[in-house]
């Protein structure tokens, strides 16, 4: 199992940049898939980006263009470089791991980090 902890948080003014950090207590360079996800008061937590152990990449139509996902598995971190931030960003954001134990299908263990806080406001 991965123990995960999130860091880089904090206030921002809209339109600027944050960059996010998680990392992890062991490897994931092999058969772990990584993303961002966030929860934003009143609402349900949604996926903000993912990169699969073969690296590829897929974001939430919201931030698109914005933000960008990309993984150090020698450092065992995975950074969420967000641009551009809105009022709307504002979200606890959780780092996640999942376990692929069947490789093309849904079956997978999943980890998560405690959370960090991202707020975008004037």
């Known amino acids: 199992q991965v123990q995960l902890v999130e860091s880089g948080g904090g206030l921002v003014q809209p339109g600027g940049s944050l960059t996010l950090s998680c990392a992890a207590s062991?490897?994931?360079?092999?058969?772990?898939?990584m993303a961002w996800y966030r929860q934003a008061p009143g609402k349900q937590r949604e996926l903000v980006a993912r990169i699969t152990d073969s690296g590829s990449i897929n974001y939430a139509d919201s931030v698109k263009g914005r933000f960008t996902i990309s993984r150090d598995n020698a450092k065992n971190t995975v950074q969420l470089q967000m641009d551009s931030l809105e009022p709307e960003d504002t979200a606890i954001y959780y780092c996640n791991a999942k376990l692929i134990l069947l490789p093309n299908t849904e079956m997978g263990l999943e980890y998560w980090g405690q959370g960090t806080q991202v707020t975008v406001s004037a």
């Open positions: 062991r490897s994931i360079a092999t058969n772990y898939n």
